[in-house]
């Protein structure tokens, strides 16, 4: 699995992501938020990503970028 590009570098193809990983993320020409993970097993409806990810942006990472 992989091919040689080079002396030292090494190509990887992988077929799937790690199973059970999320992240959430902004950016803007201000700069960025913070990366939140979302816990393994975590149920993500709308209900949990405006209270516990949009509103986090809003408070925290809003007036960082925007003051």
Do not use: H, W
Not at 6 to 15: I, N, S
Not at 24 to 51: D, W
Request: with cysteine; glycine share 8%.
């Amino acid at each position: 699995m992989g091919e040689n590009v080079g002396d030292k570098l090494k190509f990887v193809k992988r077929d799937a992501f790690a199973r059970g990983f999320m992240a959430c993320a902004a950016l803007s020409s201000r700069g960025k938020s913070v990366i939140r993970i979302i816990p393994k097993g975590t149920k993500v409806n709308s209900e949990y990503y405006i209270n516990k990810v949009l509103k986090q942006c809003i408070r925290k990472d809003v007036p960082r970028l925007f003051p």
